[in-house]
């Protein structure tokens, strides 16, 4: 298998060509097939088959393969796509009241436009930095990267953001993950090592009380005696 990126339209050769360690196979029919559909036209010179496709929008992009049938059955796979955006795997966590950066870039390759989005279920709200500038700011330190910067955060900007790169083939998307926490997440280890020390405290104070009234129980008790017998 084999991926091949393209940003814009161009004309390509995709070539097969038959290892020496198979040259002992004989009587070979050869198929090219883009999904399953067969392709026609192919030209083939010794031991190699190929087709020249003219790639023009993305209608053409997608998984094309050679197989070759005889004694035994051979097959190779060429992927034809846009250029991938490079985001983040992992969340980025933030506080509310903070600021929160989300970048994407992508490398070789630069894009006509950029274009940001979040998630509200299965629908997708376009973030325009212009109309809600006390909000979002969306910038780019250059023309394959892109920045979206949210301003003030809330438990309502919780969510999944996605990052479109247009190129002439087709689009291109990222996803990021914004998790954003309360200022309380950070002080609840405090907190409740705080509750340990006032139980402790407590239980100290208490034993304290306890075993004062057991020694002057002890000590009324002695006085007693002592009275009884004079």
Request: with cysteine; aromatic share 8%; glycine share 6%.
């Amino acid at each position: 298998e084999k991926t091949i990126t393209l940003d814009r339209a161009t004309r390509i050769e995709l070539l097969c060509k038959l290892d020496a360690k198979y040259s002992h196979l004989k009587s070979l029919q050869v198929t090219w097939k883009k999904g399953n559909e067969t392709i026609r036209h192919i030209n083939k010179t010794e031991n190699s088959w190929s087709v020249h496709l003219q790639i023009l929008d993305n209608s053409k992009l997608g998984s094309y393969t050679c197989t070759l049938k005889g004694e035994e059955e051979i097959s190779a796979t060429f992927h034809l796509q846009v250029p991938k955006i490079q985001g983040r795997e992992k969340p980025i966590v933030s506080y509310e009241g903070d600021t929160a950066v989300l970048i994407c870039k992508t490398f070789g390759y630069t894009p006509i436009a950029w274009t940001w989005y979040m998630a509200n279920g299965s629908d997708q709200i376009t973030i325009n930095g212009s109309l809600l500038t006390d909000k979002y700011v969306i910038n780019g330190g250059s023309a394959n990267v892109t920045h979206l910067k949210i301003l003030k955060l809330t438990k309502e900007d919780d969510g999944v953001y996605q990052c479109e790169a247009a190129f002439e083939l087709g689009k291109s998307v990222g996803k990021l993950k914004l998790e954003v926490l309360s200022l309380m997440v950070p002080l609840k280890p405090f907190l409740a090592i705080v509750a340990e020390v006032v139980v402790l405290v407590t239980i100290v104070f208490l034993y304290e009380m306890y075993s004062k009234k057991k020694d002057k129980y002890a000590t009324d008790e002695k006085e007693f005696d002592q009275v009884e017998q004079l």
